[in-house]
């Protein structure tokens, strides 16, 4: 099953908190990779995590940060969330070299 | 860092026509590209790649070209039907890094 489950599929957060999202590939699978989706800026790449290492950063202010745990599961933390922070949150794991599959994605609103 | 643009940011064409996305890239380590179709509301989805050292790569009726002096590659879509409509990305990887870098999208609109 090549599957990617993220939680939550929605989030409606105020301007200043924090949020937090996680991301689970299926067992086995050590490199996750997160992006941001906006309308304007299409699919940004924010970081990778191999092995609970974080590998590769895009260009994202520090209040975006993550970790990886043992068991592949990632998570995501966005602190003093502003508004232009609402996006689609889309994690991905390679199904095989070099192709990513995609999970669902958290849809965040940010008021 | 890698920089990708694509290009044209709309597109719209009728049933039956052809429809030609292209993207530029900026760096020459990159060696892997991947076209992605993204459905509304759903996930995007691997459709076609190509890599370095192919110049061409055709399934069914998507084709990919790479021309790795000009840096640029093209996804061609021929007998466009309304299901093909959907927002389609471009992408490039570099190295062993897997850290991939995309273009901002196509939406195709297929007009039956």
């Known amino acids: 099953k090549a599957g990617v489950t993220q939680t939550p599929r929605y989030l409606i957060k105020t301007r200043g908190q924090q949020v937090t999202l996680s991301c689970s590939p299926i067992?086995?699978?050590?490199?996750v990779s997160w992006y941001q989706q906006t309308p304007g800026q299409g699919l940004q790449f924010l970081f990778e995590?191999?092995?609970?290492?974080?590998?590769n950063k895009g260009n994202f202010p520090g209040r975006f940060s993550g970790r990886q745990f043992s068991n592949s599961r990632s998570e995501m933390n966005v602190s003093t969330l502003e508004l232009g922070d609402s996006a689609l949150y889309l994690c991905?794991?390679?199904?095989?070299?070099?192709?990513?599959?995609f999970g669902p994605g958290t849809r965040l609103t940010v008021t | 860092g890698e920089n990708v643009e694509q290009h044209p940011s709309t597109l719209s064409v009728q049933e039956g026509d052809s429809a030609v996305i292209k993207c530029t890239y900026s760096?020459?380590?990159?060696?892997?590209f991947p076209w992605y179709k993204q459905e509304l509301g759903k996930r995007p989805q691997l459709i076609i790649d190509?890599?370095?050292?192919?110049g061409e790569k055709k399934d069914q009726r998507i084709a990919v070209t790479l021309n790795k002096t000009a840096k640029h590659f093209s996804l061609h879509i021929t007998e466009t039907q309304p299901e093909d409509s959907a927002v389609y990305f471009c992408?490039?990887?570099?190295?062993?890094?897997?850290?991939?870098?995309f273009g901002i999208g196509t939406k195709l609109q297929v007009i039956p």
């Open positions: 991905a794991r390679f199904k095989r070299v070099n192709e990513q599959y």
């Open positions: 067992s086995g699978h050590r490199s």
């Open positions: 995590y191999f092995s609970e290492t974080q590998r």
């Open positions: 760096d020459s380590a990159s060696n892997y």
């Open positions: 190509i890599r370095s050292n192919v």
């Open positions: 992408a490039a990887l570099s190295g062993g890094y897997q850290k991939v870098t």
